[in-house]
C-alpha cells in the first residue's frame, strides 16, 4: 500500500501546483472585495488548491498510461504503477 502511495505520488509535478498558487491566491484576493477573508482560509484555499492539483496530475498519469506507453522516453504510469 505504501509503495502503491509513493509511486503515486512521484506522477505529481510540485512544480506545477506551485505555478498554480498565485491563480488561487488572486481568486481569494477578488473575494477579499467582497467578504472578509481570513488566514485561515487562505490556507484551506492552499491546501485545496495543492491537493486538487495533485490528484488530478496523479489521475492523469494512471489514466494516460497505454497512450504513454506508446511514446518513447516518457515516463509512463504503466511502467511504475503495473
Given at each position: 500500500?505504501?509503495?502503491h502511495?509513493?509511486?503515486y505520488?512521484s506522477?505529481?509535478?510540485?512544480?506545477h501546483?506551485?505555478?498554480?498558487?498565485?491563480?488561487?491566491?488572486?481568486?481569494?484576493l477578488?473575494?477579499?472585495q467582497h467578504?472578509?477573508?481570513?488566514?485561515?482560509?487562505?490556507?484551506?484555499?492552499?491546501v485545496?488548491?495543492?491537493?486538487?492539483?495533485?490528484?488530478?496530475m496523479?489521475f492523469?498519469?494512471?489514466?494516460?498510461?497505454?497512450m504513454?506507453a506508446?511514446?518513447?522516453?516518457r515516463?509512463?504510469?504503466?511502467s511504475?504503477?503495473?
Open positions: 500500500m505504501l509503495k502511495l509513493a509511486v505520488a506522477f505529481v509535478r510540485v512544480s501546483s506551485v505555478f498554480a498558487l498565485p491563480f488561487a491566491l488572486a481568486g481569494a477578488l473575494a477579499a467578504t472578509a477573508v481570513t488566514w485561515g482560509a487562505i490556507g484551506w484555499i492552499l485545496a488548491m495543492v491537493a486538487a492539483r495533485s490528484a488530478a496523479g492523469n498519469r494512471l489514466v494516460d498510461a497505454r504513454d506508446l511514446t518513447r522516453g515516463r509512463t504510469a504503466r511504475r504503477a503495473g
